[in-house]
Nanobody, 122 residues
Framework: QVQLVESGGGLVQAGGSLRLSCTAS????????MGWFRQAPGKEREFVAS????????SYTESVKGRFTISRDNAKNTVYLQMNSLIAEDTAVYHC???????????????WGQGTQVSVSS
């Protein structure tokens, strides 16, 4: 049974930082591309960042470039999202996902975590 479990969310003031973690089990983690997506109330799920299976390739949505960094540790079956200079518009539930290809399309991912809430106060 595949499980993706996110952690690290919380309430932070604008300008602050958080680091999200997503730990996977039940799959060969190093064979999967990983993505982070977010969903704010009343909005569709939005791509945030993705990373290739080996970590060499990454991509970001325009609004987080220069502020967020995605990374992974295959020895720990974990992917991270370092979020700096947070703004109110970053408030959402953040989900990690695993897929066979790196993509900004949520439909390309096979497995999803339940999500962790990030709230940024202005």
């Amino acid at each position: 049974q595949v499980q993706l479990v996110e952690s690290g969310g919380g309430l932070v003031q604008a300008g602050g930082s958080l680091r999200l973690s997503c730990t996977a089990s039940g799959l060969t983690f190093s064979s999967y591309a990983m993505g982070w997506f977010r969903q704010a109330p009343g909005k569709e799920r939005e791509f945030v960042a993705s990373i290739s299976w080996g970590g060499a390739s990454t991509s970001y949505t325009e609004s987080v470039k220069g502020r967020f960094t995605i990374s992974r540790d295959n020895a720990k079956n974990t992917v991270y999202l370092q979020m700096n200079s947070l703004i109110a518009e970053d408030t959402a539930v953040y989900h990690c996902a695993a897929g066979s290809v790196r993509s900004s399309n949520p439909g390309a991912y096979d497995y999803w975590g339940q999500g962790t809430q990030v709230s940024v106060s202005s």
